[in-house]
């Protein structure tokens, strides 16, 4: 007999003080794509942040491999800084379908994400077929839209920075009103002191 699959994906997330900024900021976009009428399915504030690998429909007789991977590699890993600034849009301003805060963390996320790919890849999973972009979605728009000028305030938003202190193991959970993402398991980086 088989165990449900898990849909698991590996990410960071920012400090309280900074995603309390960007639930602000999210909220004043909120208030004026509705004002013009642009249908957008936006992030639950709980489930705020950034992936660095998605692992999808996984089996839980893989949790074992995926932690002990995951426990080594974070281990050697250096905690870093990470600043929240700008709003953008996948794939373009022109045709867009996610709205993301931008990350600045000097290529910190590139590099990890790199490295979690590759053990995630000797693990079996597939290799992403593009390329990283360090990001927090905030929403996802129903018809793609126009949305350059809707953004154009919101281009030069700062929301600050905290220190990464760990990566984080989740779970994906379909629910009617949106994903649920549970905290599988938390892997420590190297402190800087």
Known sequence: MS??????????SPGR?????????AARLRAECERIGLQVGWT?????????????????????LINEAL????????EFELRLAGVGAFPGEDCARVIWVGAD???????????????????????????YSAHL???????AARIGDLLSCYKQSEFGASLIREAILYESIPRPGG???????????????
């Open 3 to 12: 165990s449900a699959k898990l849909r698991l994906f590996i990410g960071v």
């Open 17 to 25: 003080t900074v995603l309390e900024r960007v639930v602000e900021g």
């Open 44 to 64: 639950l504030p709980g489930n705020f942040h950034l992936t660095l690998k998605f692992l999808g429909e996984t089996e839980p007789e893989k949790l074992g």
């Open 71 to 78: 426990r080594s590699l974070c281990g050697e890993f250096p």
């Open 105 to 131: 963390d000097g290529g910190k996320l590139q590099q990890l994400a790199k490295a979690v790919e590759s053990e995630m890849e000797k693990l079996g999973f597939a290799p992403e077929d593009r390329a």
């Open 137 to 143: 979605t905030i929403g996802k728009i129903r018809r």
């Open 179 to 193: 994903s649920c993402y549970i905290v599988r398991a938390k892997f420590p980086f190297k402190t800087n002191g």
